[in-house]
């Protein structure tokens, strides 16, 4: 099922980008949305900030559909950037040509200013970043919208505004190679944009399908936003316990209690887990200790090492793994000098 890009979320974006947030603040309450943003873009036009009056135009269109002067004048703004970009692309590569690499890079920055996407001037930049605030990315082959947004900004939910910046419907495939540039949000903004019923509803259906990393993910974006969320305070608690007794059947002891560690205080069954998950990281460091033991008796010092520091990364204090390891490093060293 396709699910719609969100105008206001969009619109709260380019708002952060554009440093316009103080501006609509200082409008009344009455002036609409889309008015608010063709005067933006009139004054950026104004101030040769072409992309930017594009972008405002583009969210004004979004919020009054069909407006035939709305359309007429993205149109002709997309032509006015289109030539000033080609123009001084062709001066870039005239001075790129004759050596004076430093105009040419003026020239191909400009370029960038007008089309952030530019194939050719962000190929003779080297991929360097162009703008601040923003990152170049590369579309890798089988990249989905939501790997983009996993590998910039961390969060499969941030799909929407990489298929927006791409022009992209939501469940569309970006082609191999694509370069796109991406706005780098701060993550007291990202807050902003969680869904909270919808976090929530996810994370229940993620637990009911026992995907509790899932789940756990919906309920820690939540309690971001909204540390006092008992729901989802609970989600997280019954989602880390659950995961802990998972990572314990597989052995994997060390994980179980870092999980275990995250649920709240009196969570029954708790501290027998938390009880369980230390004594069996103990014996687990113990029988590499003892595994060390067996290797150095029979002389092959560099394993009884290796053993002996995975006693160590199971229990830091384990002070006879400590002497054991110097002294076998003490032996070796003897025996390469023997060599």
């Known amino acids: 099922m396709k699910r719609p890009l969100k105008g206001l979320f969009v619109l709260c974006i380019i708002m952060h980008l554009m440093g316009c ?9 009455a002036v609409p949305l889309a008015e608010q943003c063709r005067t933006m873009a009139l004054e950026y036009e104004k101030s040769g900030e072409l992309q930017q009056a594009l972008l405002n135009l583009k969210i004004a269109d979004r919020l009054s559909p069909g407006d035939e002067q709305l359309a007429r004048k993205i149109a002709d703004l997309k032509t006015t950037i289109e030539s000033n970009a080609a123009g001084h692309f062709k001066q870039g590569m005239a001075y790129y040509r004759k050596g004076r690499l430093k105009k040419a890079q003026k020239e191909f920055l400009i370029v960038l200013r007008y089309d952030p996407c530019h194939k050719d001037a962000l190929e003779h930049l080297k991929g360097r970043p162009v703008r601040e605030g923003f990152v170049t990315y590369k579309v890798k082959k089988g990249n989905s919208l939501e790997d983009i947004a996993v590998e910039v900004y961390k969060d499969p939910g941030m799909d929407f505004l990489v298929a927006y910046i791409m022009g992209l419907d939501i469940e569309a495939k970006p082609d191999p190679g694509t370069l796109i540039e991406l ?24 637990f009911k399908a026992k995907e509790y990393e899932k789940a756990l993910a919906s309920a820690q974006r939540v309690l971001d936003v909204e540390p006092e969320s008992k729901e989802a305070a609970d989600l997280k608690n019954v989602s880390c316990f659950r995961l802990g007794k998972r990572l314990a059947l597989k052995r994997k002891h060390p994980e179980s209690l870092e999980m275990f560690i995250q649920v709240e205080s009196g969570y029954e069954g708790l501290e027998k887990a938390i009880s369980d998950a230390k004594e069996n990281i103990a014996k687990q460091a113990e029988m590499h200790y003892r595994r060390g033991v067996k290797l150095f008796l029979n002389e092959d010092l560099e394993n009884a090492i290796v053993e002996w520091e995975e006693t160590l990364v199971l229990d830091p204090d384990h002070q006879k793994a400590k002497r054991d390891i110097e002294e076998a490093r003490k032996l070796l060293k003897k025996l390469e000098q023997f060599r």
């Open 21 to 29: 947030a103080g501006l609509l603040r200082q409008q009344p309450v």
């Open 183 to 206: 706005p780098v949000l701060e993550p007291q903004f990202l807050k902003q944009l969680i869904d909270v019923e919808k976090s929530l509803s996810e994370g229940r259906s993620f």
